[in-house]
């Protein structure tokens, strides 16, 4: 597995007609691009009940072992000691 940094916005609804965007940057662990940004899709629906055409992923890089910052990613990429 690899490690990827996501950053982004996702849309929140505040009211009928207003709409902000909230700002995100997440660590997640994938094998590919695509499956990162999946999980990164999955677990703003998942926490934050967003759907997923209001998140919207800016950049997504792929990141060395000591760039890593998560633990929990950190653990499931294998560089946890």
Known sequence: ???FRAVGAY???KGEYRNDLQN?????AADDERSAAEK????F???HRVV???VIIKEL????????????VKH???GAK
């Open 11 to 13: 849309r929140i609804k």
């Open 52 to 54: 997923r055409k209001d």
């Open 1 to 3: 597995m690899k490690a």
């Open 45 to 47: 629906g998942s926490r």
């Open 24 to 28: 995100f940057t997440i660590e997640v």
């Open 40 to 43: 990164v899709v999955s677990t």
């Open 61 to 72: 890089v792929t990141l060395k072992t000591e760039d890593i910052t998560d633990p929990v």
């Open 76 to 78: 499931q990429v294998g």
